[in-house]
C-alpha cells in the first residue's frame, strides 16, 4: 500500500492555505483560488514559484519567499494536523495485516517529518519525500522508487491519492490507483476510481479493485 501524504492520510491542505494566503498578504496581493488549485500535489517551492508569478513578482526573489514559506509552515504543521476521515482506520488495517506500506509525498523531508511525527512513523515501512527522488510527481519515479524500495511490483501495488499530480504520478508508474479527491476536482479524462472519503474503505474493498 502506498499512500499520499496531505489531503488523503491527513487534511493538510488547508494548512497549507494558511501559509501560503499569509505569503500572498506580506508580497501585497492575494491567493487567487486558480492558482492556489494548480498549487496542490506539488511542494512548497514550486508553490511559491506559481505565486511570485501570479503576482507578477520577479522571480530573482524565490529563494527569499521559499525560504519564509518552509520556516511558516514548519510553525503551522508543529501545532497538529487532523486525519482524514477514514484514513487512520485504512491504515491501521493494513498495518495489522501485515501489508507493506509506504507514504509518498511531494512534500520535502524537513517539512513532512513533523507530520510524520504527528500520525506515527511506525506505520510505514518506508517514507519517500519530494526532495528525495530526481523528478517529483506527476512524474512515476516517486511511485516506482517506493515499490522498489519495498521490493514488491509496481502493478500490485494500491496508490491512494487525491490531487491531479500525484493521481498521474501513480498511473504512469503504473499501480492500481484510487482517487479521493479534495477540493480540487480530478478531470474526467484521469480514468481511476473514486470516493468521498476514505471512510467506509478497508482492504476488502481495495483487493476489489485489483
Known amino acids: 500500500m502506498l499512500f499520499d501524504m496531505d489531503g488523503t492520510l491527513v487534511d493538510s491542505e488547508i494548512i497549507w492555505d494558511t501559509g501560503v494566503e499569509e505569503l500572498a498578504g506580506l508580497l501585497g496581493g492575494a491567493l487567487d483560488p486558480e492558482v492556489r488549485s494548480r498549487m496542490v500535489g506539488t511542494n512548497e517551492d ?3 514559484v506559481m505565486l ?3 503576482l507578477g513578482i520577479p522571480l530573482t526573489e524565490t529563494p527569499h519567499h521559499q525560504t519564509w514559506l518552509r520556516t511558516r509552515m514548519k510553525e503551522l504543521f508543529a501545532a497538529g494536523v487532523a486525519w482524514k ?10 498495518r495489522a495485516a501485515g501489508i507493506p506500506t509506504a507514504l509518498v509525498t511531494s512534500t520535502p523531508r524537513e517539512l513532512a517529518d513533523i507530520i510524520i511525527g504527528h500520525v506515527g512513523p511506525d506505520n510505514f515501512d ?15 519515479v516517486p511511485y516506482l522508487a517506493a515499490a522498489a524500495k519495498l521490493g514488491v511490483d509496481i502493478e500490485r501495488c494500491v496508490v ?10 501513480a498511473l504512469a508508474a503504473g499501480a492500481v490507483t484510487l482517487a479521493v479527491p479534495g477540493d ?25 479493485l485489483e
Request: hydrophobic content about 40%; some cysteine; charged content about 30%.
Open 46 to 48: 514550486a508553490s511559491v
Open 52 to 54: 511570485l508569478e501570479s
Open 85 to 94: 476521515p477514514g484514513a487512520r482506520e485504512l491504515l491501521l488495517e493494513c
Open 126 to 140: 518506508l517514507t519517500v519525500c519530494g526532495d528525495e527522488v530526481e523528478r517529483p510527481k506527476p512524474d512515476p
Open 160 to 169: 491512494i491519492e487525491d490531487s491531479v499530480s500525484g493521481t498521474s504520478s
Open 184 to 208: 480540487v476536482e480530478l478531470p474526467a479524462e484521469i480514468d481511476v476510481p473514486r470516493v468521498d472519503s476514505l471512510d467506509g474503505v478497508d482492504l476488502a474493498f481495495l483487493r476489489a
